[in-house]
């Protein structure tokens, strides 16, 4: 007979280690994974964490690793040798793995780890040649919303699309920030769908999502909303000087728009010009339709005058010195001429 009945199927064999991986990418989750996933084969074969060394590149030298690479496992088992940052090394530190490389300890497992490293590094090719190379790139912010669906449905959970795109305006664009708040509705609602109504309820704004909707409210002069945000804001902590830092820095940026817009650029030029990620720049670019050279002149006066009285010009509270400055960006009058983008 070929089997016997009720027998376990045998498990397939798992591919032999490679001398060297190099692990690349911004997907911090999914490197995390197979770091994870790494560490655990290197106990089950081993029986021991004994054979697990790691380092991180910005303090520890190549010749170090290099070291540890060739020192003999402990109880015939594979050494891991794992160091992070490497793009860090500069050349020389380079070259000695490289040089490693070409002939590598039979019973060692090097794993460089990075968030980037071009095609012609040394460290990538010699790599390529002796082991592999893998690379997790984190989902762009436009697909986080679809990647946080994904992610509840792996722990049996049903986030909405518009219940999506909620929590990651909500929490940013950390992916460690957006599952543990998908792990805590899914904890909440269990099988039940989860939808934008639970995100509202069960889910804290971010610091920095807080701040673009008060920068957002005074651009688009919008007062309710903008005091409403600053209250939010010395709730949680922050400060009338850090919270002027950055409506100012904000106008600042309007500044630029406007100044671009009026030379002629179109706004797909000026979202390029400013290098800022696709959602604020499109926001800025928007905003600025609502101001011209005069308009958004003033505002920086206004601003201006307002750091000088909150450093010690006025003699004020900075709390009212901040909400007096804010008054006045609200209803400061448009120019006539000013055209929408």
Same mark, same amino acid.
């Given at each position: 007979m070929v089997g016997t009945a009720g027998a376990r199927p045998e498990e397939p064999k798992k591919r032999p280690l490679r001398?060297?991986?190099l692990i690349l990418g911004d997907d911090r989750p999914k490197v995390e994974s197979a770091l994870h996933r790494?560490?655990?084969?290197?106990?089950?074969?081993?029986?021991?964490?004994?054979?697990?060394d790691e380092f991180v590149a910005a303090q520890h030298p190549a010749h170090e690793v290099v070291a540890a690479a060739n020192t003999l496992a402990f109880l015939a088992g594979i050494r891991l040798v794992l160091v992070h940052g490497v793009e860090q090394w500069k050349k020389s530190d380079k070259d000695i793995i490289v040089g490693y490389l070409k002939s590598p300890a039979p019973d060692s497992c090097l794993t460089l780890v990075g968030e980037k490293l071009p095609g012609s590094d040394p460290l990538r090719v010699a790599v390529a040649a002796a082991g592999d190379v893998l690379e997790y790139s984190a989902p762009?912010?436009?697909?986080?919303?679809a990647w946080a669906v994904r992610q509840a449905k792996k722990i049996g959970a049903h986030l909405e699309p518009g219940a999506a795109r909620l929590l990651v305006q909500y929490v940013g664009d950390d992916q460690h920030v957006i599952m543990r708040e998908v792990e805590k509705l899914a904890a909440y609602r269990g *099988?039940?769908?989860?939808?934008?109504?639970?995100?509202? $309820?069960? /889910?804290p704004r971010a610091i920095e999502a807080s701040i673009f909707d008060l920068v957002d409210a005074v651009a688009t002069r919008r007062g309710v909303q903008a005091f409403a945000s600053i209250e939010a804001l010395y709730a949680s902590g922050e400060r009338p000087t850090g919270l002027l830092f950055r409506?100012?820095?904000?106008?600042?940026?309007?500044?630029?728009?406007?100044?671009?817009?009026?030379?002629g650029l179109a706004p797909a030029q000026v979202q390029a010009e400013l290098k800022m990620k696709p959602?604020?720049? *499109?926001?800025?670019?928007?905003?600025?339709?609502?101001? $011209?050279? /005069?308009s958004i002149g003033r505002a920086l006066g206004v601003l201006a005058e307002t750091d000088a009285r909150m450093k010690g010009k006025g003699d004020l509270p900075a709390?009212?010195?901040?909400?007096?400055?804010?008054?006045?960006?609200?209803?400061?009058?448009?120019?006539?001429?000013?055209?929408?983008?």
């Open positions: 001398a060297a991986y790494l560490r655990e084969r290197i106990v089950e074969e081993s029986g021991t964490e004994l054979n697990i762009r912010a436009s697909e986080l919303p *099988r039940a769908y989860i939808r934008e109504e639970d995100v509202v $309820d069960l /889910t409506v100012l820095r904000h106008f600042q940026h309007l500044s630029r728009a406007v100044a671009m817009r009026e030379e959602f604020p720049a *499109r926001k800025i670019v928007e905003q600025s339709g609502a101001y $011209d050279s /005069t709390e009212l010195e901040f909400e007096l400055c804010l008054g006045r960006l609200l209803v400061e009058p448009r120019d006539s001429a000013v055209r929408a983008y």
